[in-house]
C-alpha cells in the first residue's frame, strides 16, 4: 500500500518492488495541460505513459472527418501500453489527449518492451490492464447503443470524475463538443 501512495498510478504499484525496479531507472516525469496531445492517430508510439493524475480520452477519428471520444483512463492505466505486444515499431489507432490537466509517469517502449519480456509480474499486470480496457470498451459501446443521451452523459461525468482528485469537474461544453459527445438535446 505504500508503494500505491507514493506512486500514484495502480498499474505500476500493483508490481512487486524487484520488478518495478526494472522500470524506475527509465521512468521520467511529465506534466500535461488540458488539451494536450500524449499520441496522434497514426504516430508511431515512442512512449508509454502511466499517468499519475489527471484524465487521458482517447478520440477516434472517423472516415469522415468527426472526432469521437471513445473512453477515459487516469491513475489506473497506461497510455500505449498495447505497443508492447508489438515485435516492431507500433501506430497510435487513436489520438490520446488531456481531458484534464495531470502528470505522468513515461518511459520508452522499447524499455517497457524488455522489462515485459524478463518480468512475469510485469506481463500479468499489463495483461490484466489490457483485459479491463477492453471490458471498458465494450461497455462504452454497450452504453452508447441503447442509452438515453442523459444516461450517456451521467457516465461520462462519473467516468471523469472517477480518474480525478477533485470533486469539481473543470470542463466546458466546448470541450464536450470537441470530443465528439454529443449531448444536444441536453438544456445546459
Given at each position: 500500500?505504500?508503494?500505491?501512495?507514493?506512486?500514484?498510478?495502480?498499474?505500476?504499484?500493483?508490481?512487486?518492488?524487484?520488478?518495478?525496479?526494472?522500470?524506475?531507472?527509465?521512468?521520467?516525469?511529465?506534466?500535461?495541460?488540458?488539451?494536450?496531445?500524449?499520441?496522434?492517430?497514426?504516430d508511431?508510439?515512442?512512449?508509454?505513459?502511466?499517468?499519475?493524475?489527471?484524465?487521458?480520452?482517447?478520440?477516434?477519428?472517423?472516415?469522415?472527418?468527426?472526432?469521437?471520444?471513445?473512453?477515459?483512463?487516469?491513475?489506473?492505466?497506461?497510455?500505449?501500453?498495447?505497443?508492447?505486444?508489438?515485435?516492431?515499431?507500433?501506430?497510435?489507432?487513436?489520438?490520446?489527449?488531456?481531458?484534464?490537466?495531470?502528470?505522468?509517469?513515461?518511459?520508452?517502449?522499447?524499455?517497457?518492451?524488455?522489462?515485459?519480456?524478463?518480468?512475469?509480474?510485469?506481463?500479468?499486470?499489463?495483461?490484466?490492464?489490457?483485459?479491463?480496457?477492453?471490458?471498458?470498451?465494450?461497455n462504452?459501446?454497450?452504453?452508447?447503443?441503447?442509452h438515453?443521451?442523459?444516461?450517456?452523459?451521467?457516465?461520462?461525468?462519473?467516468?471523469?470524475?472517477?480518474?480525478?482528485?477533485?470533486s469539481?469537474?473543470?470542463?466546458?461544453?466546448e470541450?464536450l463538443?470537441?470530443?465528439?459527445?454529443?449531448?444536444?438535446?441536453?438544456?445546459?
Amino acid at each position: 500500500m505504500a508503494l500505491q501512495t507514493r506512486l500514484g498510478n495502480r498499474l505500476l504499484a500493483a508490481l512487486p518492488a524487484a520488478d518495478f525496479n526494472l522500470l524506475a531507472p527509465h521512468l521520467q516525469k511529465t506534466s500535461f495541460g488540458f488539451d494536450a496531445v500524449l499520441v496522434r492517430t497514426g504516430d508511431e508510439f515512442k512512449q508509454v505513459y502511466f499517468p499519475l493524475s489527471g484524465a487521458i480520452s482517447f478520440l477516434v477519428e472517423m472516415s469522415g472527418g468527426q472526432i469521437v471520444a471513445s473512453t477515459l483512463m487516469g491513475s489506473e492505466g497506461a497510455v500505449g501500453a498495447l505497443s508492447v505486444l508489438s515485435p516492431s515499431r507500433s501506430r497510435s489507432p487513436v489520438t490520446a489527449t488531456a481531458y484534464v490537466a495531470g502528470s505522468a509517469l513515461h518511459v520508452p517502449v522499447s524499455q517497457l518492451q524488455h522489462v515485459f519480456e524478463q518480468s512475469a509480474a510485469i506481463r500479468r499486470v499489463l495483461r490484466f490492464h489490457f483485459r479491463t480496457q477492453l471490458l471498458q470498451l465494450q461497455n462504452v459501446a454497450a452504453c452508447n447503443a441503447v442509452h438515453s443521451v442523459e444516461c450517456r452523459m451521467a457516465r461520462w461525468l462519473l467516468d471523469i470524475h472517477d480518474r480525478v482528485a477533485d470533486s469539481r469537474i473543470q470542463l466546458t461544453q466546448e470541450a464536450l463538443k470537441r470530443d465528439g459527445i454529443k449531448f444536444d438535446s441536453l438544456n445546459f
